[in-house]
């Protein structure tokens, strides 16, 4: 029912920022909480952050807490994950999905995903 794909991804050193976005073309994007996980090579995909329909409220892996914030502009379709203070380790593919009901860390409830954008962060 929506199709995601994200942008933004690309080469930053350490200590600087990425904005991602995230836009869907789907009628009911308002609908679904919006989450980003995110893959490094040869290891599981990780949740990184999630925001309802509303906003409001957010969630954070502990790892990013602080660093990285997740917004939506529903209108524009698009949810954001701003990414400062960037580290080596948060060199990844980052993936965009949608779920149906609450806010959640694990993969199960994400229903559609993007195909993925690279963020590579050297020291």
């Known amino acids: 029912q929506v199709q995601l794909v994200e942008s933004g991804g690309g080469l930053v050193q350490a200590g600087g920022s990425l904005r991602l976005s995230c836009t869907a073309s789907?009628?009911?994007?308002?609908?679904?909480?919006m989450g980003w996980f995110r893959q490094a090579p040869g290891k599981e995909r990780e949740f990184v952050a999630a925001i309802t329909r509303s906003g409001a409220p957010t969630l954070y892996a502990d790892s990013v807490k602080g660093r990285f914030t997740i917004s939506r502009d529903n209108a524009k379709n698009t949810v954001y994950l701003q990414m400062n203070s960037l580290k080596p380790e948060d060199t990844a593919v980052y993936y965009c999905a949608a779920a149906y009901g609450v806010l959640a860390r694990d993969l199960a409830p994400y229903a559609y995903w993007g195909q993925g954008t690279q963020v590579t962060v050297s020291s």
């Open positions: 789907g009628r009911t994007f308002s609908t679904y909480t």
